[in-house]
């Protein structure tokens, strides 16, 4: 069976850095479409970033652009969230998220897998 397993999660003060991944196992990672996802306490699940399974395409929600950055792995069936210069409002759980072979709307919801999730405080 598909698992998506986060990790890198945890307590950072305000400006500080982190680094999250998401170790995919039981599909062929190269065929998916990445996609990480936040939901803070009191609020709906929001789009971070994304990856597309060709081609190397990324996308951003417009607000975290410059801080932080998706990557992927395909050795490794992993995907990473590299967060920098992080701020109390980043704090929430951080889902991964995985969809067969999608080409567009990469910030929509609909991934066809998700993670458990891993919390991130940002302490101010």
């Known amino acids: 069976q598909v698992q998506l397993v986060e990790s890198g999660g945890g307590l950072v003060q305000a400006g500080g850095s982190l680094r999250l991944s998401c170790a995919a196992s039981g599909l062929t990672f190269s065929s998916y479409t990445m996609g990480w996802f936040r939901q803070a306490p009191g609020k709906e699940r929001e789009f971070v970033a994304a990856i597309r399974w060709t081609g190397g395409i990324t996308l951003y929600t417009d607000a975290l652009k410059g801080r932080f950055t998706i990557s992927r792995d395909n050795a490794k069936n992993t995907v990473y969230l590299q967060m920098n210069t992080l701020k109390p409002e980043d704090t929430a759980v951080y889902y991964c998220?995985?969809?067969?072979?999608?080409?567009?709307?990469?910030?929509?919801?609909?991934?066809?897998?998700w993670g458990q999730g891993t919390q991130v405080t940002v302490s101010s």
């Open positions: 998220a995985a969809d067969f072979k999608r080409n567009y709307g990469l910030g929509l919801d609909g991934y066809d897998y």
